[in-house]
């Protein structure tokens, strides 16, 4: 039920596009899993590639996901799926297959939070 009344008016983002949203993917681009200034591209592509989804996604660039290792990281949600390691095909290819046709890339999952409501995959 959307709770669009308690919703700041001057936000960057209106509340329309958060209650349609169907996931929320939250980028970390270091600085202790990865150097920043080497996948600063990343939220780049992340932010032009989710504009040309088929399905509304939300973004967040995250300072710290704690894993401190291998990054940078991809969370999304409500799937609870974690990537590392991403580069720009990788990127690209998790958004079309994963983000858009709702099929996870199985080979690069890192971690998955089974205590999580899935989506159902898309039809």
Known sequence: MPHS???PRDSKIPA???ERASRH?????GPDCCEPEKHAAL?????AETKRL??????TKAACLRICKQ????????DGIWYGNLDPDRLRRILKEHVEEGRPVQEWIAADM???IKPQPLS
């Not at 993917?25 to 681009?29: A, G, K, N, R």
């Not at 939220?43 to 932010?47: A, F, M, P, T």
């Not at 088929?54 to 973004?59: D, E, G, I, N």
């Open 5 to 7: 009344g308690q919703f």
């Open 16 to 18: 329309s596009e958060i």
């Open 25 to 29: 993917l939250f980028l970390c681009i």
């Open 43 to 47: 939220w780049d592509i992340l932010k």
């Open 54 to 59: 088929s399905v509304p996604v939300l973004r």
């Open 71 to 78: 990054g940078p990281w991809l969370v999304i949600y409500p």
């Open 114 to 116: 089974p205590a999580l």
